[in-house]
């Protein structure tokens, strides 16, 4: 099976190269166009700033290549936000996968949230075989509010979709490659997904 991982200078490779390694599998870190559409399974990360990641995007041409994807996509983090159709941080457009606006959190709670949350009303191929309520590490500033694509939901002073998909597109909010056990086994489950 052929992973590759999108490499556009934003994300933390290094953690979700060996998460994979763990399962068993090797990916490739590219920004190849070709590379990318021959992959079996493709994983979009990110940590970072929105509107420089959307740049460089931009710049390598990825903005256009990445929508029209026909293997199943995993977006990470920021990943999963640039999927969504904009985002507050740096008045951003995303890619328009997803059909909601992604928007800061308030005042009332700490920002960024970091540190462990829980994922609930799990709805997709994505969690077979994990349980309502398990723990998932978070760090963000910014969300996707509930919306008709969520698949997970997390409560910090909103509910707010915590993992998103539609058709082959998949999403987290949070860091599956960062979540021990239960972030292997969604992982894993992605990498399960048959290809369309």
Known sequence: MKIVIINYGAGNIQSIMFAIERLGFKAVLSNDPEEIQSADKVIFPGVGEASSAMFKLRESGLDNLIPNLKQPVLGICLGMQLMCNSTEE??????????????????????????????????????????????????????????????????????????????NFYGTQFHPEKSGDIGEKILGNFLKIPNF
């Not at 694509?149 to 539609?166: C, G």
Request: net charge negative; aromatic share 14%.
């Open 90 to 167: 740096g008045n951003t457009k995303g890619l328009g996968i997803f059909d909601v606006d992604v928007i800061k959190f308030t005042q009332n709670v700490k920002v960024p949230q970091m540190g462990w949350n829980q994922i609930y009303d799990l709805k997709s191929d994505l969690f077979a075989g994990i349980s309502e309520n398990e723990f998932m590490y978070l760090v963000h500033s910014f969300y996707a509010p509930n919306c008709e694509e969520a698949i997970a939901t997390t409560n910090y002073d909103v509910e707010y979709a915590s993992a998103l998909q539609k058709n």
